[in-house]
């Protein structure tokens, strides 16, 4: 298990969302690094693809820190690093939106707060 990260791009505040929402059963992640799937919006993709986060285009592999609270009891703050740092950089802006997958199932919404280049 990851313990932290190392090198973060970005920073993001993420909104988890409830299970009466479709959100986990079990809460936000405790884990120090949690590695769910991540995809990013860009307009329109729900309209035009069904099944849309789930069956997008591309979808991400995204680590988690989480370093402190923005907010309500589901918004947090996190460290970000993904694994394939080079095919997300065109997505990661501050400002941007990002939604969090677990197994094809929306569980976060956030945007992106800072970024930091390598």
Known sequence: MMESIAS???????????????????????????????????????AVQPGWPAVADEIFSILLEEIGTAGSPSTRRYNVDFVAPDLVARFVQPGADVVVLEGGKVVALGRFDEVVQR
């Open 8 to 46: 973060p791009l970005p920073t993001v505040t993420l909104t988890w969302l409830s299970s009466r929402e479709g959100g986990r059963k079990s809460g936000r992640p405790t884990a120090p690094v949690h590695v769910p799937t991540c995809v990013f919006p860009l307009g329109g993709e729900k």
